[in-house]
Protein backbone atom coordinates (compact mmCIF):
# COMPACT_ATOMS: atom_id res chain seq x y z
CA UNK A 1 0.00 0.00 0.00
CA UNK A 2 1.45 3.09 -1.24
CA UNK A 3 2.02 6.09 1.91
CA UNK A 4 -0.72 7.96 0.36
CA UNK A 5 -2.95 5.68 0.99
CA UNK A 6 -1.92 4.62 4.37
CA UNK A 7 -2.42 8.31 4.93
CA UNK A 8 -5.82 7.99 3.75
CA UNK A 9 -6.99 5.11 5.93
CA UNK A 10 -5.64 6.59 8.85
CA UNK A 11 -7.00 10.50 8.63
CA UNK A 12 -10.66 8.54 7.74
CA UNK A 13 -9.41 6.73 11.40
CA UNK A 14 -9.05 9.64 12.81
CA UNK A 15 -11.87 11.16 11.53
CA UNK A 16 -13.89 8.70 13.25
CA UNK A 17 -12.52 8.57 16.68
CA UNK A 18 -12.39 12.14 16.87
CA UNK A 19 -15.61 13.12 15.08
CA UNK A 20 -13.40 16.03 12.68
CA UNK A 21 -14.08 15.60 8.95
CA UNK A 22 -10.95 16.56 7.31
CA UNK A 23 -12.49 16.44 3.60
CA UNK A 24 -15.41 14.90 1.79
CA UNK A 25 -14.58 11.14 1.34
CA UNK A 26 -13.75 10.93 5.03
CA UNK A 27 -17.37 10.26 5.67
CA UNK A 28 -17.07 7.32 3.93
CA UNK A 29 -17.04 4.11 6.44
CA UNK A 30 -13.74 2.42 6.21
CA UNK A 31 -13.48 -0.83 5.08
CA UNK A 32 -10.60 -3.38 6.77
CA UNK A 33 -8.51 -5.11 4.13
CA UNK A 34 -5.35 -7.95 4.04
CA UNK A 35 -3.32 -6.34 1.82
CA UNK A 36 0.40 -8.09 2.58
CA UNK A 37 1.96 -11.74 4.10
CA UNK A 38 -0.01 -11.90 7.82
CA UNK A 39 -1.86 -8.83 7.46
CA UNK A 40 -1.56 -4.76 7.72
CA UNK A 41 0.93 -4.94 10.43
CA UNK A 42 2.97 -8.05 8.88
CA UNK A 43 3.11 -9.01 12.51
CA UNK A 44 -0.52 -11.83 12.54
CA UNK A 45 -2.11 -9.45 14.53
CA UNK A 46 -5.63 -7.40 13.71
CA UNK A 47 -8.08 -4.85 15.12
CA UNK A 48 -11.46 -4.38 15.18
CA UNK A 49 -14.59 -5.77 17.12
CA UNK A 50 -14.33 -8.48 19.24
CA UNK A 51 -14.09 -11.88 18.08
CA UNK A 52 -17.04 -14.47 19.20
CA UNK A 53 -16.62 -17.48 21.39
CA UNK A 54 -17.48 -19.99 19.11
CA UNK A 55 -17.19 -21.20 15.66
CA UNK A 56 -19.95 -22.77 15.20
CA UNK A 57 -22.55 -22.32 11.76
CA UNK A 58 -24.71 -20.22 13.60
CA UNK A 59 -21.73 -17.70 14.38
CA UNK A 60 -19.36 -18.39 11.66
CA UNK A 61 -21.56 -18.48 8.48
CA UNK A 62 -19.66 -19.26 4.81
CA UNK A 63 -21.01 -16.44 2.62
CA UNK A 64 -19.47 -18.07 -0.71
CA UNK A 65 -16.98 -20.34 -2.12
CA UNK A 66 -15.44 -20.08 -5.26
CA UNK A 67 -13.68 -23.56 -6.71
CA UNK A 68 -9.75 -22.41 -8.29
CA UNK A 69 -6.23 -24.40 -9.16
CA UNK A 70 -4.29 -25.28 -6.84
CA UNK A 71 -2.11 -22.83 -4.72
CA UNK A 72 -0.27 -22.11 -1.17
CA UNK A 73 -0.72 -18.43 -1.37
CA UNK A 74 -2.91 -16.82 0.70
CA UNK A 75 -5.90 -14.23 -0.32
CA UNK A 76 -5.25 -10.86 -0.63
CA UNK A 77 -8.04 -8.72 0.15
CA UNK A 78 -8.51 -4.72 -0.81
CA UNK A 79 -12.11 -3.21 -0.23
CA UNK A 80 -13.53 -4.61 -3.38
CA UNK A 81 -12.13 -7.43 -4.68
CA UNK A 82 -9.99 -10.44 -3.27
CA UNK A 83 -6.95 -11.73 -4.99
CA UNK A 84 -5.89 -15.09 -5.65
CA UNK A 85 -3.25 -17.13 -7.04
CA UNK A 86 -3.11 -21.06 -8.62
CA UNK A 87 -0.82 -23.48 -10.73
CA UNK A 88 -3.01 -25.35 -13.30
CA UNK A 89 -2.31 -27.99 -15.08
CA UNK A 90 1.44 -28.08 -13.70
CA UNK A 91 2.21 -25.85 -16.73
CA UNK A 92 0.48 -22.23 -15.79
CA UNK A 93 0.53 -19.81 -12.78
CA UNK A 94 -2.77 -17.56 -13.04
CA UNK A 95 -3.81 -14.71 -10.87
CA UNK A 96 -7.41 -13.81 -10.23
CA UNK A 97 -9.54 -10.87 -8.83
CA UNK A 98 -12.83 -12.05 -7.38
CA UNK A 99 -15.47 -9.36 -6.21
CA UNK A 100 -15.74 -9.68 -2.57
CA UNK A 101 -19.27 -9.45 -1.63
CA UNK A 102 -20.27 -11.88 -4.07
CA UNK A 103 -16.91 -14.12 -5.05
CA UNK A 104 -18.22 -13.14 -9.32
CA UNK A 105 -14.69 -13.22 -11.27
CA UNK A 106 -13.37 -9.92 -11.93
CA UNK A 107 -10.55 -10.61 -14.30
CA UNK A 108 -7.73 -13.87 -14.43
CA UNK A 109 -4.51 -13.38 -15.69
CA UNK A 110 -1.80 -16.33 -16.61
CA UNK A 111 1.54 -16.92 -17.34
CA UNK A 112 3.85 -19.99 -18.04
CA UNK A 113 5.71 -20.68 -15.39
CA UNK A 114 5.13 -24.02 -13.27
CA UNK A 115 8.19 -26.09 -11.86
CA UNK A 116 8.49 -29.46 -9.59
CA UNK A 117 9.96 -29.11 -6.37
CA UNK A 118 11.95 -31.86 -4.80
CA UNK A 119 10.79 -35.72 -4.07
CA UNK A 120 10.47 -35.11 -0.14
CA UNK A 121 8.41 -31.72 -0.58
CA UNK A 122 6.56 -32.71 -4.05
CA UNK A 123 3.77 -34.90 -1.89
CA UNK A 124 2.19 -32.11 -0.60
CA UNK A 125 2.49 -30.36 -4.44
CA UNK A 126 3.72 -27.95 -6.30
CA UNK A 127 1.80 -24.80 -6.53
CA UNK A 128 2.88 -21.16 -6.54
CA UNK A 129 3.54 -20.20 -2.74
CA UNK A 130 4.44 -16.56 -2.18
CA UNK A 131 1.78 -14.37 -0.82
CA UNK A 132 1.54 -11.31 -3.30
CA UNK A 133 0.99 -7.53 -1.63
CA UNK A 134 -1.21 -4.87 -2.87
CA UNK A 135 -0.62 -1.36 -2.51
CA UNK A 136 -4.20 0.44 -3.31
CA UNK A 137 -3.76 0.25 -7.19
CA UNK A 138 -1.16 -2.81 -8.18
CA UNK A 139 -1.10 -6.30 -6.97
CA UNK A 140 2.51 -7.75 -6.80
CA UNK A 141 2.67 -11.76 -6.86
CA UNK A 142 5.76 -13.23 -7.28
CA UNK A 143 5.92 -16.55 -9.37
CA UNK A 144 7.47 -20.09 -8.62
CA UNK A 145 10.07 -19.37 -11.29
CA UNK A 146 11.85 -16.94 -9.30
CA UNK A 147 9.52 -13.91 -11.61
CA UNK A 148 7.64 -11.21 -9.75
CA UNK A 149 5.01 -9.32 -11.95
CA UNK A 150 3.12 -6.05 -11.07
CA UNK A 151 -0.89 -6.15 -12.42
CA UNK A 152 -3.23 -3.02 -12.23
CA UNK A 153 -5.49 -4.66 -9.46
CA UNK A 154 -8.55 -3.08 -11.52
CA UNK A 155 -8.05 -4.51 -14.48
CA UNK A 156 -5.32 -7.47 -13.95
CA UNK A 157 -3.46 -5.58 -16.69
CA UNK A 158 0.62 -6.02 -16.91
CA UNK A 159 2.77 -3.22 -15.35
CA UNK A 160 5.74 -4.66 -15.27
CA UNK A 161 7.34 -8.43 -14.88
CA UNK A 162 11.42 -9.36 -13.51
CA UNK A 163 12.25 -12.57 -14.22
CA UNK A 164 15.50 -12.73 -11.46
CA UNK A 165 16.77 -15.87 -13.04
CA UNK A 166 17.63 -13.57 -16.14
CA UNK A 167 18.28 -10.26 -14.24
CA UNK A 168 21.37 -12.15 -11.99
CA UNK A 169 22.09 -15.06 -14.04
CA UNK A 170 21.05 -16.95 -11.18
CA UNK A 171 20.28 -20.77 -10.97
CA UNK A 172 16.33 -21.40 -10.61
CA UNK A 173 15.79 -21.86 -6.65
CA UNK A 174 15.11 -25.42 -5.96
CA UNK A 175 11.66 -24.91 -4.25
CA UNK A 176 10.83 -21.81 -6.27
CA UNK A 177 10.31 -18.43 -5.25
CA UNK A 178 8.64 -18.68 -1.31
CA UNK A 179 9.60 -15.09 -0.70
CA UNK A 180 6.46 -12.93 0.13
CA UNK A 181 6.73 -9.14 -1.15
CA UNK A 182 7.03 -6.29 1.47
CA UNK A 183 5.79 -2.57 0.17
CA UNK A 184 7.61 0.68 1.81
CA UNK A 185 6.99 3.71 0.28
CA UNK A 186 7.76 3.93 -3.24
CA UNK A 187 9.71 0.43 -3.02
CA UNK A 188 9.24 -3.08 -2.81
CA UNK A 189 11.40 -5.36 -1.19
CA UNK A 190 11.74 -9.66 -1.63
CA UNK A 191 13.98 -12.17 -1.06
CA UNK A 192 14.75 -13.69 -4.86
CA UNK A 193 17.65 -14.43 -7.17
CA UNK A 194 19.55 -15.83 -4.10
CA UNK A 195 19.43 -12.56 -2.32
CA UNK A 196 17.46 -9.50 -0.94
CA UNK A 197 16.36 -7.43 -4.12
CA UNK A 198 14.90 -3.74 -3.67
CA UNK A 199 13.23 -2.55 -6.96
CA UNK A 200 11.24 0.60 -7.22
CA UNK A 201 7.67 -0.37 -7.40
CA UNK A 202 6.44 1.95 -10.59
CA UNK A 203 8.73 0.34 -12.70
CA UNK A 204 10.09 -2.52 -11.73
CA UNK A 205 13.64 -1.17 -11.90
CA UNK A 206 16.33 -2.78 -9.27
CA UNK A 207 17.59 -0.47 -6.83
CA UNK A 208 20.18 -2.29 -5.35
CA UNK A 209 20.64 -6.17 -4.36
CA UNK A 210 22.58 -7.33 -1.23
CA UNK A 211 23.29 -10.82 0.67
CA UNK A 212 23.63 -12.87 -2.11
CA UNK A 213 24.14 -16.79 -1.48
CA UNK A 214 25.08 -17.65 -4.58
CA UNK A 215 21.48 -19.85 -5.18
CA UNK A 216 22.86 -23.53 -5.97
CA UNK A 217 21.35 -26.33 -5.00
CA UNK A 218 18.44 -26.10 -2.20
CA UNK A 219 18.99 -22.32 -2.82
CA UNK A 220 16.44 -19.81 -2.61
CA UNK A 221 15.17 -18.15 0.81
CA UNK A 222 12.18 -19.79 2.40
CA UNK A 223 11.31 -16.69 4.74
CA UNK A 224 9.95 -12.98 3.93
CA UNK A 225 11.39 -9.38 4.93
CA UNK A 226 10.13 -7.52 7.60
CA UNK A 227 9.98 -4.19 8.51
CA UNK A 228 11.51 -2.66 12.03
CA UNK A 229 10.44 1.22 11.95
CA UNK A 230 12.80 1.35 14.92
CA UNK A 231 15.17 -1.00 15.86
CA UNK A 232 18.52 -0.22 17.83
CA UNK A 233 16.98 3.35 16.93
CA UNK A 234 17.07 2.72 13.26
CA UNK A 235 14.74 1.54 10.58
CA UNK A 236 16.10 -1.58 9.63
CA UNK A 237 15.10 -4.21 6.93
CA UNK A 238 15.33 -7.96 8.97
CA UNK A 239 15.98 -10.93 7.11
CA UNK A 240 16.26 -14.39 7.57
CA UNK A 241 18.08 -16.87 4.82
CA UNK A 242 19.02 -19.36 4.37
CA UNK A 243 21.66 -19.54 7.06
CA UNK A 244 21.73 -16.06 8.36
CA UNK A 245 19.38 -13.48 10.36
CA UNK A 246 20.15 -10.06 9.12
CA UNK A 247 19.50 -6.33 9.66
CA UNK A 248 19.75 -4.23 6.49
CA UNK A 249 19.82 -0.39 5.87
CA UNK A 250 16.14 0.07 3.46
CA UNK A 251 17.90 2.90 1.99
CA UNK A 252 21.57 1.55 1.12
CA UNK A 253 21.44 -2.26 1.27
CA UNK A 254 23.96 -1.77 3.69
CA UNK A 255 24.18 -4.67 5.86
CA UNK A 256 24.02 -3.14 9.44
CA UNK A 257 24.39 -6.51 11.09
CA UNK A 258 24.23 -10.22 10.44
CA UNK A 259 24.51 -13.67 12.63
CA UNK A 260 24.64 -17.34 11.80
CA UNK A 261 21.09 -18.63 12.93
CA UNK A 262 21.72 -22.92 13.34
CA UNK A 263 19.15 -25.00 11.43
CA UNK A 264 18.87 -27.93 9.68
CA UNK A 265 19.83 -27.41 5.99
CA UNK A 266 19.19 -23.74 6.06
CA UNK A 267 15.43 -24.71 6.92
CA UNK A 268 14.70 -21.08 7.65
CA UNK A 269 11.31 -20.55 7.28
CA UNK A 270 9.45 -18.48 9.09
CA UNK A 271 9.33 -14.70 9.28
CA UNK A 272 11.04 -13.16 12.22
CA UNK A 273 9.23 -10.96 14.72
CA UNK A 274 10.43 -7.58 16.12
CA UNK A 275 9.66 -7.05 19.61
CA UNK A 276 11.64 -3.58 20.74
CA UNK A 277 15.28 -4.06 19.90
CA UNK A 278 14.86 -7.87 19.96
CA UNK A 279 14.07 -10.14 17.45
CA UNK A 280 12.04 -13.97 18.23
CA UNK A 281 13.13 -16.68 15.78
CA UNK A 282 13.39 -20.53 15.42
CA UNK A 283 14.36 -22.87 12.84
CA UNK A 284 13.53 -26.36 12.11
CA UNK A 285 15.48 -28.99 13.95
CA UNK A 286 17.32 -27.06 16.28
CA UNK A 287 16.33 -24.00 18.64
CA UNK A 288 14.17 -20.85 19.52
CA UNK A 289 16.01 -17.70 20.39
CA UNK A 290 15.68 -14.03 21.17
CA UNK A 291 18.48 -12.17 20.21
CA UNK A 292 18.55 -7.94 21.03
CA UNK A 293 20.20 -5.20 18.74
CA UNK A 294 22.49 -2.72 19.94
CA UNK A 295 23.69 0.25 18.43
CA UNK A 296 26.63 2.50 19.55
CA UNK A 297 27.77 5.48 17.51
CA UNK A 298 26.46 3.77 13.91
CA UNK A 299 27.91 0.10 15.20
CA UNK A 300 25.65 -2.28 15.82
CA UNK A 301 25.71 -6.09 18.10
CA UNK A 302 23.67 -8.79 18.86
CA UNK A 303 23.57 -10.61 22.13
CA UNK A 304 21.87 -14.16 22.50
CA UNK A 305 19.34 -13.18 24.92
CA UNK A 306 18.08 -16.72 25.59
CA UNK A 307 17.67 -19.85 23.79
CA UNK A 308 14.43 -22.41 24.01
CA UNK A 309 14.54 -26.18 23.02
CA UNK A 310 11.51 -25.44 21.29
CA UNK A 311 11.69 -25.89 17.49
CA UNK A 312 9.80 -24.25 14.93
CA UNK A 313 9.01 -24.91 11.57
CA UNK A 314 6.74 -23.20 9.30
CA UNK A 315 4.12 -21.15 11.18
CA UNK A 316 5.13 -17.86 12.41
CA UNK A 317 4.31 -17.16 15.64
CA UNK A 318 2.39 -14.30 17.20
CA UNK A 319 3.35 -12.38 19.91
CA UNK A 320 0.54 -11.35 22.74
CA UNK A 321 1.35 -9.28 25.87
CA UNK A 322 4.70 -10.41 26.15
CA UNK A 323 4.15 -13.92 25.23
CA UNK A 324 5.20 -15.88 22.31
CA UNK A 325 2.56 -18.31 20.58
CA UNK A 326 4.26 -20.60 17.80
CA UNK A 327 3.38 -23.94 16.11
CA UNK A 328 6.30 -26.29 16.40
CA UNK A 329 7.76 -29.01 14.12
CA UNK A 330 5.98 -32.24 16.29
CA UNK A 331 2.54 -30.24 15.50
CA UNK A 332 2.20 -28.98 19.08
CA UNK A 333 1.64 -25.42 19.78
CA UNK A 334 3.54 -23.61 23.05
CA UNK A 335 3.42 -20.60 24.92
CA UNK A 336 7.23 -18.83 25.26
CA UNK A 337 8.13 -16.06 27.71
CA UNK A 338 10.00 -13.69 25.95
CA UNK A 339 11.38 -11.73 28.23
CA UNK A 340 12.86 -14.75 30.38
CA UNK A 341 13.02 -17.82 27.38
CA UNK A 342 11.20 -19.69 29.54
CA UNK A 343 8.60 -22.20 28.05
CA UNK A 344 5.17 -21.98 29.65
CA UNK A 345 3.37 -24.84 28.28
CA UNK A 346 3.04 -27.27 25.13
CA UNK A 347 0.07 -28.76 23.65
CA UNK A 348 -1.31 -32.08 22.09
CA UNK A 349 -0.27 -32.28 18.53
CA UNK A 350 -2.57 -30.61 16.26
CA UNK A 351 -1.70 -30.55 12.24
CA UNK A 352 1.62 -30.36 10.38
CA UNK A 353 1.01 -26.52 9.57
CA UNK A 354 -0.90 -23.42 11.34
CA UNK A 355 -1.62 -19.85 10.04
CA UNK A 356 -1.77 -17.70 13.10
CA UNK A 357 -4.27 -14.55 13.38
CA UNK A 358 -4.38 -13.09 16.79
CA UNK A 359 -6.51 -10.15 18.19
CA UNK A 360 -6.66 -9.22 21.96
CA UNK A 361 -6.29 -12.64 23.70
CA UNK A 362 -7.71 -14.48 21.23
CA UNK A 363 -5.89 -16.25 18.59
CA UNK A 364 -7.06 -18.28 15.48
CA UNK A 365 -5.40 -20.91 14.06
CA UNK A 366 -5.88 -22.73 10.84
CA UNK A 367 -3.98 -26.10 10.05
CA UNK A 368 -3.13 -27.83 7.21
CA UNK A 369 -5.79 -30.36 7.06
CA UNK A 370 -8.94 -27.51 7.16
CA UNK A 371 -9.47 -27.30 10.76
CA UNK A 372 -9.99 -23.98 12.34
CA UNK A 373 -8.91 -23.62 16.00
CA UNK A 374 -9.95 -20.85 18.03
CA UNK A 375 -7.43 -20.72 21.16
CA UNK A 376 -7.30 -17.93 23.96
CA UNK A 377 -3.83 -16.39 24.37
CA UNK A 378 -3.52 -17.69 28.40
CA UNK A 379 0.33 -17.92 29.13
CA UNK A 380 -0.91 -20.44 32.25
CA UNK A 381 -2.15 -22.98 30.07
CA UNK A 382 -3.15 -24.29 26.43
CA UNK A 383 -6.83 -23.00 26.30
CA UNK A 384 -8.86 -24.18 23.41
CA UNK A 385 -12.36 -22.26 23.03
CA UNK A 386 -13.27 -23.75 20.33
CA UNK A 387 -12.69 -25.63 16.77
CA UNK A 388 -14.50 -26.46 13.61
CA UNK A 389 -13.57 -28.94 10.56
CA UNK A 390 -14.05 -25.55 7.67
CA UNK A 391 -12.61 -27.57 4.32
CA UNK A 392 -12.55 -31.35 3.72
CA UNK A 393 -9.06 -29.97 1.50
CA UNK A 394 -5.75 -29.19 3.13
CA UNK A 395 -5.31 -25.44 3.56
CA UNK A 396 -1.69 -24.43 3.28
CA UNK A 397 -2.35 -21.37 3.04
CA UNK A 398 -2.09 -18.12 5.36
CA UNK A 399 -5.73 -17.13 6.75
CA UNK A 400 -7.08 -13.95 6.42
CA UNK A 401 -9.14 -11.77 8.25
CA UNK A 402 -10.88 -8.54 7.61
CA UNK A 403 -13.61 -6.97 10.07
CA UNK A 404 -16.14 -9.81 10.68
CA UNK A 405 -14.70 -11.65 7.60
CA UNK A 406 -13.11 -14.69 7.37
CA UNK A 407 -11.15 -15.70 4.26
CA UNK A 408 -9.96 -19.61 3.80
CA UNK A 409 -7.71 -20.79 1.45
CA UNK A 410 -8.49 -24.12 0.59
CA UNK A 411 -6.04 -26.21 -2.21
CA UNK A 412 -8.83 -25.72 -4.57
CA UNK A 413 -11.27 -23.34 -3.42
CA UNK A 414 -11.51 -19.96 -1.28
CA UNK A 415 -14.29 -19.81 1.15
CA UNK A 416 -15.60 -16.14 2.72
CA UNK A 417 -17.27 -16.65 5.83
CA UNK A 418 -18.67 -13.68 8.06
CA UNK A 419 -19.37 -14.17 11.95
CA UNK A 420 -21.20 -12.53 14.49
CA UNK A 421 -19.47 -10.03 16.55
CA UNK A 422 -20.56 -10.36 20.97
CA UNK A 423 -19.59 -8.21 23.74
CA UNK A 424 -16.78 -10.58 25.81
CA UNK A 425 -17.11 -10.37 29.44
Excluded at 60 to 74: H, N
Excluded at 159 to 165: A, K, S
Aim: hydrophobic share 40%; net charge neutral.
Amino acid sequence: MTTNFRLLNAMLLASVWFGSTPFAVAEQPLVPIWDQWRGPTRDGLVSGADWPSTLSEQTLTRLWRVELDSSYSGPIVSETSVFVTGTRNKKTEVVIALDRKSGAKQWEVEWPGAMTVPFFASSNGSWIRSTPAYDGSTLYVAGMCDLLVALDAKTGDERWRIDFVKEFKTTLPTFGCVSSPLIDGDFLFVQAGGSLVKMNKATGKVVWRTLEDGGGMMGGAFSSPTMATSLAGRKQLLVQTREKLAGVDPETGKVLWERNVPSFRGMNILTPLVIGDSIFTSTYQNKSWRFDVSNVDGTFATNEAWNNKSQGYMSTPVVIDGYVYLHLQNQRFTCINLSTGAGMWTSQPYGKYSSLVAQKDRILALDQSGKLLLIKANPDRFELIDERQISDQETWAHLAVCGEEVYVRELNALSTFRWKNEKRE
